[in-house]
């Protein structure tokens, strides 16, 4: 384990007020939009973004679907996937897979299927936007499903897991937590923190069938959250939310297979707060990297070496608000926005291309219970 001392850049966030905007236009818009998945009775928010001042204005409301966890958009933009963690729907204990068409600023709703099981927490799309896997984090399950015209088809797959980690309060089962795709789209993970794994399938693109292929095994009690893949083709970082780590791995673009080759400690060796490490950011060069933990309410920035993967700090900074539960740059990556679920904000901050630093001085912008982040 390499121990990494921490840097703390002290930032305020000062809360900006959100002016109503009047009614879309027809046609796009010039500026790119945000769509912002609240855990609430029911929305998924839709802001105007002002690139060069970094503000957010908001523009609609869907009031569809009830506690979204995730959204991710299809390759084009054409289309919305949600991921609704609920006990129960069309009559089964699971949650619910939806998706839309985004059409200016609003969602037309497609259709909505049965995830495998209770608390659906996850979805992905692979990069032909024909396959979507979601995970169930209360029901230890996962599911995948075929799309086409942005329809999802009911589940061709489903997988209850049955493992289990030391954790007593937090791995007394399986919690699929993160689903994912390798760059080439013929593999795919499925993050199982109850479990201390990833599982690795083999995926059959005309049928969106997945073919077990291997299980990365991770330390026991870390709680493996989150995977994201480095541009340099062969490194992938699993996040680990119980232990607040962070594991460099060399994936295999042959086999799909994952090999640890290093663990980072997020934390300083004498802290002894609550460990909730979340989610991870990595420019689109792949020299920067970033790392949010809940426990801290701090996200951590990295330079990464482009050939190898392997980070070094640069510092840690607070993320403006309580709880960041998801994080993303803008399309220009001059600005970072964290949606900070237990102060209902989403706070946004200046970032240097040049050096991945990050400002000492943010805005906030007021959404309720924010879970995830995406661009249109």
């Given at each position: 384990m390499i121990k990494l001392s921490r840097r703390d850049?002290?930032?305020?966030?000062?809360?900006?007020?959100?002016?109503?905007?009047?009614?879309?236009?027809?046609?796009?818009?010039?500026?790119?939009?945000?769509?912002?998945?609240?855990?609430?009775?029911?929305?998924?928010?839709?802001?105007g973004w002002d690139t060069d001042g970094g503000d957010l204005t908001r523009l609609s409301e869907s009031g569809l679907l009830a506690n979204v966890e995730w959204i991710t958009f299809s390759p084009d933009r054409h289309y919305l996937f949600a991921a609704s963690e609920v006990d129960s729907f069309n009559g089964k204990?699971?949650?619910?897979?939806?998706?839309?068409?985004?059409?200016?600023?609003?969602?037309?709703?497609?259709?909505?299927?049965?995830?495998?099981?209770?608390?659906?927490?996850?979805?992905?799309?692979?990069?032909?936007?024909?396959?979507?896997?979601?995970?169930?984090?209360f029901g230890g399950s996962a599911a995948s499903f075929q799309v086409s015209d942005g329809r999802i088809s009911p589940a061709v797959w489903t997988e209850n897991y049955t493992g289990h980690g030391p954790n007593a309060t937090r791995q007394?089962?399986?919690?699929?937590?993160?689903?994912?795709f390798s760059p080439d789209s013929r593999f795919a993970y499925m993050n199982d923190l109850g479990g201390d794994c990833i599982h690795i399938y083999l995926v059959d693109p005309e049928t969106a069938m997945m073919h077990a292929n291997g299980t990365y095994r991770a330390e026991p009690g870390c709680g493996p959250?989150?995977?994201?893949?480095?541009p340099n083709g062969h490194t992938a970082y699993s996040i680990n939310e119980l232990s607040s780590t962070v594991d460099l791995l060399e994936w295999s673009k042959s086999t799909g297979g994952l090999t640890h080759k290093m663990s980072y400690n997020l934390l300083p060796s004498?802290?002894?707060?609550?460990?909730?490490?979340?989610?991870?950011?990595?420019?689109?060069?792949?020299?920067?990297?970033?790392?949010a933990n809940r426990g801290n309410n701090s996200i951590y920035s990295f330079h990464a070496d482009y050939d190898t993967g392997k980070l070094t700090p640069l510092g840690t900074f607070d993320c403006g608000g309580k709880t960041p539960r998801n994080f993303v740059l803008d399309p220009t990556e001059r600005w970072m926005l964290v949606a900070n679920q237990d102060s209902n904000l989403i706070s946004v901050f200046r970032r240097n291309p040049q050096t991945g630093l990050i400002s000492e001085t943010g805005k906030s912008a007021a959404v309720a219970a924010p879970m995830c982040i995406a661009f249109e």
């Amino acid at each position: 384990m390499i121990k990494l001392s921490r840097r703390d850049f002290l930032l305020s966030a000062s809360a900006a007020t959100l002016a109503a905007a009047a009614a879309p236009s027809l046609g796009k818009s010039p500026s790119p939009r945000v769509f912002i998945a609240s855990k609430t009775p029911g929305n998924i928010l839709v802001f105007g973004w002002d690139t060069d001042g970094g503000d957010l204005t908001r523009l609609s409301e869907s009031g569809l679907l009830a506690n979204v966890e995730w959204i991710t958009f299809s390759p084009d933009r054409h289309y919305l996937f949600a991921a609704s963690e609920v006990d129960s729907f069309n009559g089964k204990p699971t949650g619910e897979v939806a998706s839309y068409r985004v059409l200016n600023a609003e969602l037309q709703p497609l259709s909505a299927q049965n995830s495998a099981g209770k608390g659906t927490c996850h979805v992905a799309l692979d990069w032909t936007g024909r396959v979507l896997l979601a995970a169930d984090y209360f029901g230890g399950s996962a599911a995948s499903f075929q799309v086409s015209d942005g329809r999802i088809s009911p589940a061709v797959w489903t997988e209850n897991y049955t493992g289990h980690g030391p954790n007593a309060t937090r791995q007394q089962s399986a919690h699929a937590h993160f689903a994912s795709f390798s760059p080439d789209s013929r593999f795919a993970y499925m993050n199982d923190l109850g479990g201390d794994c990833i599982h690795i399938y083999l995926v059959d693109p005309e049928t969106a069938m997945m073919h077990a292929n291997g299980t990365y095994r991770a330390e026991p009690g870390c709680g493996p959250r989150t995977l994201h893949f480095h541009p340099n083709g062969h490194t992938a970082y699993s996040i680990n939310e119980l232990s607040s780590t962070v594991d460099l791995l060399e994936w295999s673009k042959s086999t799909g297979g994952l090999t640890h080759k290093m663990s980072y400690n997020l934390l300083p060796s004498d802290y002894h707060g609550p460990t909730n490490a979340c989610d991870t950011v990595i420019t689109k060069d792949g020299k920067s990297v970033y790392f949010a933990n809940r426990g801290n309410n701090s996200i951590y920035s990295f330079h990464a070496d482009y050939d190898t993967g392997k980070l070094t700090p640069l510092g840690t900074f607070d993320c403006g608000g309580k709880t960041p539960r998801n994080f993303v740059l803008d399309p220009t990556e001059r600005w970072m926005l964290v949606a900070n679920q237990d102060s209902n904000l989403i706070s946004v901050f200046r970032r240097n291309p040049q050096t991945g630093l990050i400002s000492e001085t943010g805005k906030s912008a007021a959404v309720a219970a924010p879970m995830c982040i995406a661009f249109e």
